[in-house]
């Protein structure tokens, strides 16, 4: 009777411990085991399997045979074993110290961020494993297992009452440390400042090594990036490990050296088209960007986007009539932040196509603080967002009575009296 009722409710416990919270990430959010499947469909079987099993486990237990007993200590070993998985194995590739970013094309780190901690559901999983585990051993009294079960039963029996509390308390300590949230974000923190401390170190004194002691996986490939710029070495980049890290070691290297030889070593045709970008922007020649590709393969005109960019580094406008794509995101974008820099509404009308026209007075007139530019643009909603953000800006709520929109209107007086 007695292992029934232990492996019924270690059962019930797995079963519960499905519906509660396993794993918390560097946001804040937490996992629980019914919806953690979202991140592999691995984990979506893993999932299924122990729904079967946890009901299983508390069917096994009430059937009166070895061989339901030995059924009970496989499935109870699968339930712990899984338990001590997400405990250590993940917590310690993804946790603390580490984040995400360790493994290129890291399936579970794309989703989830940094583990922080595990939350009670994992403890739920090892307790109720291990009560079905022992409930296993009742059924098959006499096995070699069993002794083994009453013989460390009996050393404990022997061990001194002061002895058994003092290791009870450090084992309440002990399993008390994941459950402190404040702790685990102390360290994570902690962990971040000194990383933080040996990344502007070692660009101080220009010494890769110092990056050696970082402990936190991508803050380790950006301290080399940092450390390669300021050496304008791009040896140091063969220490980053990610590839799309490596490219921007590159990108850093070229824009320290204003070599736009040195964006060749990039494989990436959108990441070497950036790194153009980058060394145009610095040495502010718009010559480089025909190096840079334009549409074809994208979506996107790099060689626009890298026009666009010096036009606003130079402030020249001649420059964004070189761009071809139409695009609002691009042309659209040269004139705006022109016209916001100069603070002159009249180039806004040098580009009149649609959202972007309305967006560029927007700019302007909330770089200047007038409202009167809001005045010019014709649709009523564009107009009434830019009376709202000009007001905001400006903290004057006498602008907000211009807001048609009643809405609109009673969110700027909100913004303005607080």
């Known amino acids: 009777m007695k292992n029934k009722i232990i492996g019924i409710i270690g059962g019930i416990l ?8 396993w794993l918390t990430t560097s946001s804040g959010k937490v996992f ?126 022997a061990i001194n009452i002061k002895i058994k509390i003092i290791i009870l308390v450090i084992l309440l300590i002990i399993l008390a440390i994941p459950f402190i949230p404040v702790g685990k974000r102390w360290y994570f923190d902690r962990q971040w400042n000194i990383d933080t401390n040996y990344m502007e170190g070692a660009k101080i004194k220009k010494d890769p090594n110092v990056c050696e002691k970082m402990e936190i996986g991508t803050r380790k490939d950006y301290c080399y990036i940092g450390v390669a710029g300021a050496m304008k ?94 695009d609002i995101n691009v042309k659209g974008e040269c004139y705006r932040k022109i016209a916001v820099i100069k603070q002159d509404p009249d180039i806004c009308y040098q580009y009149k196509k649609n959202f972007a026209f309305s967006y560029c007075y927007q700019g302007v007139a909330v770089a200047k603080k007038d409202s009167s530019i809001c005045g010019i643009i014709k649709y009523s909603s564009e107009k009434d967002w830019c009376y709202y953000y000009v007001a905001k800006e400006a903290k004057k709520s006498d602008i907000c009575l211009k807001i048609l929109d009643n809405s609109i209107k009673e969110s700027c007086y909100k913004r303005t009296n607080n």
């Open 14 to 21: 797995i079963l519960i411990s499905l519906i509660s919270p």
């Open 32 to 157: 629980y085991g019914f919806n953690f499947y979202g991140i592999s469909t691995v984990f979506n079987l893993f999932i299924v399997v122990m729904v079967i099993l946890g009901m299983l486990g508390i069917v096994l237990s009430l059937i009166k045979n070895k061989i339901a007993g030995i059924f009970l200590l496989v499935i109870s070993l699968i339930f712990i074993g899984w338990g001590f998985f997400l405990k250590f194995v993940l917590i310690k590739s993804f946790g603390i110290p580490y984040i995400w970013g360790k493994y290129d094309a890291d399936w579970l780190g794309d989703v989830v961020g940094v583990f922080l901690g595990i939350k009670w559901g994992v403890y739920l999983i090892i307790i109720g494993g291990v009560l079905i585990f022992i409930s296993g051993l009742l059924k098959i009294k006499g096995e070699f297992l069993y002794k083994i079960f009453l013989w460390i039963k009996n050393k404990i029996k």
């Open 233 to 326: 070495n791009i040896f140091i980049c063969d220490k980053v490990l990610r590839d799309y890290l490596k490219n921007s070691c590159y990108k850093e290297v070229a824009k320290a050296k204003k070599d736009i030889n040195t964006c060749e070593l990039i494989k990436d045709i959108a990441d070497k088209d950036d790194c153009y970008t980058v060394v145009a922007v610095e040495h502010k020649e718009p010559e480089l960007c025909e190096k840079t590709t334009e549409g074809g393969y994208s979506i996107l005109d790099h060689r626009g986007s890298c026009y666009r960019d010096v036009a606003i580094a130079k402030q020249d406008l001649s420059l964004c009539e070189k761009i071809t794509q139409d």
